[in-house]
């Protein structure tokens, strides 16, 4: 069993940054590839970037590329989505999600192991 628990989310004016941590527990927390998600109100959850378990690949949605960088300590069992140049279409709950498959970490994969409990971004213009 793996528990997320997600951190750092709040209110930030359009331009700020904001970084999310999902603290990790569980003994093989460190062999799960890891992933952002979001859903704003009346939408669906969408992807947002996901990390490999060991050799640091990541990938990134579109609409994000090029403001957020996902890491991850495996050390601290944590991963990390830092967010530049937020936009007010970025507000939504953000979740963090492990899965022993990377490629599952996608929007509408079914079956993805483990999800947080969220925690919410809001971006005022």
């Known amino acids: 069993q793996v528990q997320l628990v997600e951190s750092g989310g709040g209110l930030v004016q359009a331009g700020g940054s904001l970084r999310l941590s999902c603290a990790a527990s569980?003994?093989?927390?460190?062999?799960?590839?890891m992933g952002w998600f979001r859903q704003a109100p009346g939408k669906e959850r969408e992807f947002v970037a996901r990390i490999s378990a060991s050799n640091g690949f990541t990938y990134y949605a579109d609409s994000v590329k090029g403001r957020f960088t996902i890491s991850r300590d495996n050390a601290k069992n944590t991963v990390y989505l830092q967010m530049n140049s937020l936009k007010p279409e970025d507000t939504a709950v953000y979740y963090c999600a492990a899965d022993a498959s990377y490629s599952r970490l996608r929007s509408g994969a079914s079956g993805i192991d483990y999800w947080g409990q969220g925690t919410q971004v809001t971006v005022s213009s």
């Open positions: 569980g003994r093989t927390a460190s062999t799960y590839a």
